[in-house]
């Protein structure tokens, strides 16, 4: 008896080039995958939808589109510090096109060959729209786990890298989807910063991945901490310089996928050390943590310069 054409598509598509890992018990093919979790470690999870013409646009290569969805997924596996350990896919296709299967196929093993993430299954069905699901898990050492909620007053705050050139990339993604070189890098292919991530245990207090924009997503850690953080303009490595028209943009924009994160002054030389021998040449401090509540940007005067626009709204 032959197989229906779902399960043709998962073997044919997804069923091979993909890493091991000897934490899987059970793999990619059945009902459900079994991990071991090592002594001493736990599981992180998270959970990442992207759908066509609102998180990228449909006409893009496939490969593209495969690959920087896996990546945006990771990123929060190196917010918290987590070693990745697998991802699962879940894919509603409005059909079942082998081209563009084959060129998705390739993306997704590519990126997951790049993060070493097995993929360990995941579930396909036919709908109206192009929707993609990773869900990603990883290892973090027993209560060392980087959350939102630990930044104190008097904390340093710090950015991997520069920011805003995803955003200011957008319009030609937009313009030319199947443009991929240079100019459209930074949105196709962003830097997902796993090794920093798991170096920054122990030493930062708070951190998650910049998705929505800097300012925005900064204040995902002020609610849940319970604190406010005061950036200076000068001191963020963004895109474009401080005169440009864009550079409001830059801070606002989102899809960066660097990490802001908190950290006590006593670890900045370790953490300096971290990003030398990373090669992150704009991981950086920007602002400080203090008593109170929000997001503040202030130029070198220490005047208000906060705008409206803090970043994106899903709804």
Known sequence: MSRPPEFELISTYFGRGYPDSPDVIVPNGDDCSVIAVPAGYQLAQ???????????????????IAGRALRCAASDLAAMGAAPQGFHLALTLPNSDSYWLEGFACGLRDAAQTLNLPLLGGDTTRGNSLVITVAVQGLVPEGAAITRGGAK???????SGVIGASALALSTVLDTPHKDDTSTAPYWHPQIQTALGQGLCGLATAALDISDGLLQDAGHIARASGVKLILTDSDIPTAVRREHPDWQRCLSGGDDYQLVFTAPTDARAEIERLSQTLGLKHCRRIGAVTDGQGVVLQDATGRDITPEQSGYSHF
């Open 46 to 64: 998270s959970i990442d939808t992207q759908v066509e013409d609102i998180h990228f646009p449909a006409a893009a290569p496939a490969s593209l």
């Open 153 to 159: 007053p008097g904390d340093d705050i710090w950015v």
